[in-house]
């Protein structure tokens, strides 16, 4: 089975500091990798995702992330935090049976 | 707008009562989930029909059903609600198995 983890279950920036948020996977196969952003009491909303190509991504509100094959790595990153931007973030991988998710990054910006 | 459309946002039954979660689509995808999220917490698959076909995960109870009368609609049904079973109920599509996933706003369940 495939895993992701996602380091820190809580990140605090300050408004306009940059953002990171980190996801580390396993796969055995080349995966499909995907960043969601959850607001309370809402669905996921889709930030970015990569299946192929270029391996820097970049998504909505300002978020990119690149896919590191030899560190097995998605992070996210956004150069300004905005106070918009908390939420949960899941990072989330496919390896072409089932779609596996992290435990989630709570994100707090700080005013 | 093409979305994912979840049925009632806030549901609050009996402890026992059977309760009825809503979904449908306008994306024409060929897959539905149903996922249980519970408070800070990655969500849980519980299910998925591609098209007709059902996949139930090895690790959900009996206590949960799903129904998807066309391929628009998809429903879950939870026969006998527990305390336990109070949580998001997450919707989502996918074109195909490997596909992205396109999520719905949720259902808050609350068991009393």
């Known amino acids: 089975a495939q895993s992701v983890t996602q380091l820190g279950s809580h990140v605090s920036v300050s408004e306009g500091a940059l953002v990171l948020l980190r996801c580390n996977y396993s796969s055995s196969v080349p995966p499909y990798l995907f960043w969601y952003v959850q607001y309370p009491n809402q669905g996921l909303q889709l930030l970015l995702k990569?299946?192929?190509?270029?391996?820097l991504v970049k998504g909505i509100n300002g978020f990119e992330a690149e896919f590191k094959k030899s560190e097995t790595s998605f992070h996210l990153t956004k150069p300004s935090a905005h106070m918009s931007d908390a939420a949960e973030y899941f990072c989330?991988?496919?390896?072409?049976?089932?779609?596996?998710f992290g435990t989630g990054t709570s994100l707090t910006v700080i005013p | 707008d093409a979305m994912v459309i979840q049925n009632p946002r806030y549901q609050v039954t009996q402890f026992g009562k059977p309760v009825t979660l809503s979904c449908s689509q306008t994306?024409?995808?060929?897959?539905m989930y149903w996922y249980q999220q519970k408070s800070s917490q990655a969500p849980k698959l519980l299910f998925h029909y591609y098209d007709k076909d059902f996949n139930n995960e090895a690790d959900t109870p009996d206590n949960f059903q799903s129904r998807r009368p066309n391929t628009s609609f998809c429903f879950l049904d939870i026969r006998s609600p527990g305390l336990g079973d109070a949580a998001m109920y997450l919707c989502?599509?996918?074109?195909?198995?490997?596909?992205?996933?396109?999520f719905g706003p949720g259902t808050r369940l609350t068991v009393l």
């Open positions: 989502a599509t996918s074109r195909k198995g490997l596909d992205t996933q396109y």
């Open positions: 994306l024409n995808h060929n897959v």
């Open positions: 990569y299946t192929t190509g270029a391996t």
């Open positions: 989330a991988v496919s390896d072409g049976n089932q779609f596996y």
